[in-house]
């Protein structure tokens, strides 16, 4: 105990970090490991019971952090909650935009529905979120945004043109936004995915994972450990000098 009080890295202290979709899977682990990092960090999730229990996890290991139930897919609904973190914190350095879903289907029948919902949530949500908050850390010069994409963003994958759209646009993003605010010191990098366990993978069922790990050079799905510590670096002083990029974290999917 004492040992890992000594040793802990406490390098973002005094630090907000909002973190979307953190109510499970990837999210919930950002949000866990930023937070052990001293970040004070603001859950968001689609349903209050699912940010608010991650929340209620992350107090629970001695941290901070509070919940908001904020449907990422509706742009007013991100301005207004923007503007009530700031309110109450005053500032946010930190932004990960992580929320995402899938709805998967051949082109011939995906409805228009769910061409739309898919890119709201994993796509226009970006938009709303760092152009919300962006402006205090333009002010103190120093900021960090990562958006969590995906290998299917940069290879592509049937049935799934909706997802590959919204996680490809995130890349555009990404790399506009950090020429952006470059000369403010802040840093806009994105995070590839590949098959990683969560609830969103479970639901792939067993056959399609035994098939999805034989593509996979490693051999296995990642964990979310494995994506959290990625995105946590990002996060870090020592990750200044990097920005306007994207990082693949596949087992060798993308070489
Ligand atoms: P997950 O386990 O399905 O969790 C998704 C999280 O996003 C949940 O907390 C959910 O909220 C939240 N969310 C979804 N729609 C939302 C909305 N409209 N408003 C607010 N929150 C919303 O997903 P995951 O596997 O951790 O994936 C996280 C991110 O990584 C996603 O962007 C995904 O596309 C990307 N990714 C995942 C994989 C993978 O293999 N898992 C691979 C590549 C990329 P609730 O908890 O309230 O439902």
Redesign the pocket.
Known sequence: MLINIIMSDKTLENKVAVV?????????EIAKQLASKGAKVIC????EN??GAAAEEIRAEGFQAEAMA????DGQAVNAACEKILEAHGTVDILIN?????KDGLILRMSDDDWYNVLN??LSSCFHWCKGLLRPMTKKRWGRIVN?????GKIGNPGQVNYGAA?AGMLGLTKCLAREVASRNITVNAV?????T????DALGEEIIKEATKMVPLKRFGT?NEVAGLVSYLCSEEAGYMTGKDFSIDGGMVM
């Open positions: 979307t979709g953190a109510g499970r899977g990837i999210g919930k968001v999730s689609r349903s699912s940010c904020v449907d990422v897919a992580n929320a995402g879903i899938t949530t994993n969590i994409s995906s290998v299917v996680k590839l995915p590949g098959f990683t969560t609830d969103m993978t979310v």
